[in-house]
Structures are given as C-alpha cells and as structure tokens.
C-alpha cells in the first residue's frame, strides 16, 4: 500500500522576497517500485517478483540506529601502513592546530548601499540588507568596527533624475558618494574606505560606458570620466579606488589622473576578472547584455591576461567577481602575482545562503563560514562579502578564529 508520504503536500515557509509554494510528489506504486511504462510486460512482472525485504522500508529512518555496542573487530591483522592521516584528525585539539587556513575580521569589506533620502529601506532581494540614510549608515559603520571590521565600500543608488548618457553626476565633488566619504571620515578618521568608479550607476542606460547611437559600448570616452570620477572621490577622502568596469586601459589612465593631481597615496583595487554572471542583480537592470566588456565565465586564460594587464598599469589589488564561481581563478591568479588578490561574494550568492537558511534547508552560519574559509583558502586576501558583520560576529565569539567543530 502506498503511504501517505507521497500523496501529503510540503509546505515550505513563506519568506518576503520569495514565493511560497507547495509541492506534491508522485505517487507509489503497490510495491513501492518505480517501474517504466515503456518496459515488456515480461520485464515488468519481474520486477513485481522481487523479494520485499530486499526494498527499503518506507518509513525506516534514514540513516540506521547506532549499534549500543561496538563492532566486534572483523579482522585478524591491522593493515600495515606507514601512515595513517587520521592520526592528526583524531581530536579537537589536534584538528585546531593543524588548521591550514584561518579568517579574521580584517579579511573583510563590508559592501554598503547608501541613498539620498534618510530612511533605511530593506532591499527585497537581500534579506537583511538595506539602503542606508545617513544615521543608519553611521549605525551600521559603527557596528562593524566593533567586531573588527574597519573596512568598507560604498554603493550608491543615484536617483533616476540626475543620471544621464555621459554620466556627469559621477563627476560632481558634492555628489552623495563624496559627501559620504567625508561624513564618515569625519566621523571615523581610521576608517578605510573603498569607493566604486563605475559609470553604470550614473548611466540612464544602465551600461558600464557611454553608449553610441548604434549601441556600441565607448572604451575611451567612457574612461575619460572614470579618471574624473577617480579623482574627485579621493579628493573626498577615499582610501581605495576601485576599478570596476572592465574597460581597456582604465587602471593606468586612473593611475596617471590620481599621481597628476597628488593622490600617489590613494590605492587602485581593480576588478580585473568581473564574470558576466547570473548572480548579480541587486536593483540595476539585469537584462542588459554586457558580454562585450565582461568576461565569458568559460573563460580562464582571458581572466589571466586581464590581470596582469591591470598589474602591468599600476593596479594594487587585484579583485575576482563572483567569488564562489571563480575560486579556481582566485588560485590561478595568487600563483601568478605577488599582488594581494580580493574575492568579492555578490548578492546572489549571499541571498542563496540567506533563502536556504531561511527555508532550513542548510545551517546558515556554517555554510556562511565554509563559503569564506573557501575563499581564503584559494587565495583570497581580502573579501568583499555582505555576510561581514554576521561573520564577524561570529569570529569575535570564536576568539576571532573560526575552527570546524
């Protein structure tokens, strides 16, 4: 008799931001075996013949119960091996010392959107995350370098009125990202600030550049902005410039812009492989195709010549995006150049884990920590992740060493 298992419906919680579902299986057959409609008559009454204790119980637990006694021993003469690996997992102890890789809060920038109005508002497609007003930002600022994490990066939301096809709010020294930068420097003088040079943002279209009539993306005039911007957001106070275009030759006229005006100090953290991946999203217009200056995620060889052009031009960080996606390529490169190499974790792969932990599908918080542990561990030096806070948090609980209990 088919059981109930089968004809019963599984509610998966509801969650703002994503939809709620149900979802009934299919249903048995009288001796719980699948058979193929398609198969002989023949083979199918074969297959009703089978011995019934030979098929899983349906409603046996998972996994069997643990033994209350331990296994007699089944051989006679241990294996005569020379080494034994286990030996070093064998306890708490051991495992702790012998951790190859290890995370602290200084790894970690902390990415935040801010807007020009003074309300927080949560971003429905990242749970727990916000567009900041001015005393939210300060907030949140706050709270992270109480956990040691004192380094952050700034996205704004520019209003729809003030963007344009050449971008010239980028330009503007009083524009929000400036005024922000001087708020919190005022406010938290130590603090390290990233700030995005980017024309997206600013753009009416949407694109990483200026768009001609017939739709092609402009490399150099585009460029001729971004120096611009680059120089107005380190005249505001930012420690780092980031890059993030993926346009030909944008580090070095960067760099030439920065040195030309005094900022030999101001740092270049360039996106030197940004993917064209399905995980970005946030609030832009994820439908544009952007393929003509981001890189084919088929592609390795490609991501290793952009790298060491950007070097080449006077990068000083070298960033891989999306992190999770690319940890191969965050090897690749860390073999490849004595430069620090960053790892940026993007909305998608932070909404993932938030919407499976949610759905309990997965324990957030570990899957949270292997995700960055794993990026440390192909190379990362630096990594710009949304889960800064949480897992720092954490970390600060854990004497600021995650260990895998």
């Known amino acids: 008799m088919a059981s109930s298992m089968f004809r019963s419906p599984c509610k998966i919680p509801g969650m703002k931001g994503f939809e709620q579902k149900s979802y009934v299986g299919r249903k048995a057959t009288s001796c719980n075996i699948r058979t193929n409609p398609f198969r002989s008559t023949e083979v199918a009454c074969q297959l009703q013949k089978i011995d019934s204790t030979l098929i899983w119980p349906v409603h046996a637990p998972e996994v069997p119960p643990v033994p209350s006694k331990p296994a007699a021993p089944v051989i006679d003469q241990p294996l005569l091996l020379s080494r034994r690996a286990r030996r070093n997992r064998k306890c708490p102890i051991q495992r702790d010392a012998f951790q190859e890789t290890n995370i602290s809060p200084p790894n970690f920038i902390y990415p935040l959107f801010i807007h020009e109005g003074e309300v927080d508002i949560p971003i429905r497609t990242m749970p727990g995350r916000y567009m900041l007003g001015r005393d939210g930002l300060i907030e949140e600022v706050a709270s992270a370098r109480d956990v040691g994490v004192n380094s952050i990066m700034l996205y704004p939301k520019v209003p729809e009125a003030l963007k344009s096809p050449t971008g010239e709010e980028a330009l503007n020294d009083n524009g ?58 380190a005249r505001a106070g930012a420690d780092v410039v980031c890059t993030s275009e993926m346009l030909d030759g944008r580090v070095g006229a960067v760099r030439a812009a920065l040195d030309a005006e005094g900022f030999q100090h101001v740092s270049i953290m360039s996106y030197s492989v940004k993917y064209t991946s399905s995980l970005y999203g946030r609030f832009r217009k994820v439908e544009l195709d952007k393929k003509t200056y981001q890189i084919n995620p088929a592609n390795s060889r490609e991501a290793l010549l952009e790298a060491r052009e950007d070097e080449s031009e006077g990068a000083d960080i070298l960033m891989v995006k999306p992190a999770l996606a690319s940890l191969d390529i965050i090897r690749l490169l860390k073999d490849q150049t004595l430069l620090p190499i960053g790892a940026c974790q993007v909305s998608g792969e932070y909404s993932m884990i938030k919407a499976a932990g949610h759905l309990k599908m997965i324990d957030e918080e570990k899957v949270m920590m292997e995700s960055l542990i794993c990026m440390r561990r192909a190379g990362a030096d630096l990594i710009l992740t949304y889960f800064a806070l949480q897992a720092a948090t954490i970390l600060c609980g854990e004497n600021r060493k995650f260990v895998f209990k």
């Not at 930068?181 to 600013?202: C, G, S």
């Open 176 to 233: 929000l990202v400036p005024r922000t930068v001087r708020l919190l420097k005022e406010r938290f003088p130590d603090l390290v600030i990233y700030t995005d040079v980017n024309f997206d943002e600013y753009s009416s279209s949407g694109h990483g550049g200026i768009v001609r009539e017939d739709g092609v993306i402009l490399n150099d005039e585009t460029i001729h902005q971004l120096r611009k911007q680059a120089v107005s957001q």
